[in-house]
């Protein structure tokens, strides 16, 4: 496992003992895992969804101009 060391201001730090008593963490190693963790899942679905829209673009563009318009007239 690799170490990291990183600075809390102080009201950061509060807020996560806080946290973590009222969810039962038993440190704050355990809690800024769990954070890190909850925000990588996250991210991995909005690359998701994002590579999802682009797929719907692209598929678009390629029925796009297939069919031809009718007029009033047709």
């Given at each position: 496992?690799?170490?990291?060391?990183?600075?809390?201001?102080?009201?950061?730090?509060?807020?996560?003992?806080?946290?973590?008593?009222?969810?039962?963490?038993?440190?704050?190693?355990?809690?800024?895992?769990?954070?890190?963790?909850?925000k990588l899942k996250e991210l991995e679905e909005e690359r998701k969804r994002n590579e999802g829209w682009k797929a719907l673009v692209a598929a678009k563009g390629i029925f796009k101009g297939k069919g031809k318009a009718k007029t009033d007239e047709e």
């Open positions: 496992m690799e170490n990291v060391c990183l600075r809390l201001d102080s009201a950061l730090s509060k807020q996560i003992e806080k946290d973590m008593k009222e969810f039962r963490y038993s440190t704050k190693t355990e809690f800024i895992r769990e954070a890190i963790r909850s």
